[in-house]
C-alpha cells in the first residue's frame, strides 16, 4: 500500500511540471496590459526630446517587442520539447 502511494504522488509531481502554470488566457490579458503600459511610458518619456511622432514610434517598437518575445518564448519551448 506504501509503495503505490508513494508512486501516485511521484507521478503527480512529474505530471505538474510539465504543465502550464498559467493559462493561455491569463497570459494574453498580462501580455496586453503590459504592452501597452511599456508603450505609453516609452512613448512619454521620448516625446518631449524627440517629439510626437518618434515618440509614438518608439512606443509602437517597444510595445511589439514584448508581444515578438511572448511569442518566441512559445515557439522556443516548443521547438525544445519536441
Do not use: C, H, Q, Y
Not at 498580462?30 to 517629439?51: D, F, H, N, R, Y
Not at 511622432?53 to 512606443?59: A, K, M, T, V, Y
Amino acid at each position: 500500500m506504501a509503495k503505490t502511494k508513494k508512486e501516485n504522488t511521484k507521478e503527480k509531481l512529474d505530471l505538474s511540471l510539465e504543465g502550464a502554470w498559467i493559462s493561455m488566457r491569463k497570459a494574453i490579458v498580462i501580455i496586453t496590459i503590459t504592452s501597452i503600459a511599456m508603450a505609453v511610458l516609452t512613448a512619454w518619456e521620448v516625446i518631449p526630446v524627440k517629439g510626437w511622432g518618434e515618440g509614438i514610434l518608439w512606443g509602437l517598437l517597444f510595445g511589439i517587442l514584448i508581444w515578438v518575445i511572448f511569442f518566441g518564448m512559445i515557439f522556443f519551448n516548443r521547438l525544445i520539447r519536441r
